[in-house]
């Protein structure tokens, strides 16, 4: 099954949100997601968007890298067709699918396979948009909260920090 297929909640972007308690996302100039909440977050900020391709399977996300980034976001991840956002893959339907692939013994770690090097079709990269605590917007395409990559720092005469996420 691929993300586009699976059941996704509705988001809207924060400028048009009503208070009805669902998703909201802040975009960028471009209309890029940069975080996603829901508006009670709005006082705390709201966590950075992870955005996952529309054609990605489910067993992927869950057997991947992409994985790991889900970790920025408490609520889940942004599903994403060519720039249009379709919606949000909520965490519980992550962690019921999870459940699935367990009890099939299919987690990470299994045994290499030569399939394991083939891309079918198009492919796009998961990646988690967030700003640093500097004001720089970066785009991650993996994440380790132990050791957190390396921001160049805001401006043209930034310096290289530690990145630390700011809400939004």
């Known amino acids: 099954m691929t993300l586009d297929e699976a059941t ?4 809207t972007p924060l400028s048009e949100a009503a208070v009805d308690g669902g998703y909201v996302m802040t975009v960028d100039a471009e209309g890029r997601p940069t975080a996603l909440g829901r508006p009670e977050d709005l006082d705390v900020g709201l966590p950075p968007a992870v ?3 529309a054609s990605m399977t489910m067993a992927a996300l869950c057997t991947g890298d992409a994985l790991d980034l889900l970790a920025l ?3 889940g991840a942004l ?5 249009r956002t379709l919606g949000v893959l909520e965490r519980d339907t992550v962690s019921a699918y999870l459940v699935t692939l367990s009890a099939r013994g299919t987690l990470r770690g299994d045994p290499p396979s030569p399939s394991d090097a083939v891309l079918a079709g198009s492919y796009a990269t998961p990646v988690a948009r967030l700003v640093c605590r500097c ?12 050791f957190p990559p390396v ?5 043209p005469e930034g ?4 990145l630390a996420i700011r809400a939004e």
Request: with cysteine.
């Open 135 to 146: 004001g720089r917007l970066t785009t991650l395409t993996a994440y380790d909260p132990d």
């Open 51 to 53: 955005l996952l391709p």
């Open 73 to 75: 976001n408490p609520y």
């Open 79 to 83: 599903v994403h067709d060519r720039g």
């Open 159 to 162: 310096t290289p920090h530690p």
């Open 8 to 11: 996704l909640a509705p988001v």
């Open 151 to 155: 921001c160049p720092g805001a401006g």
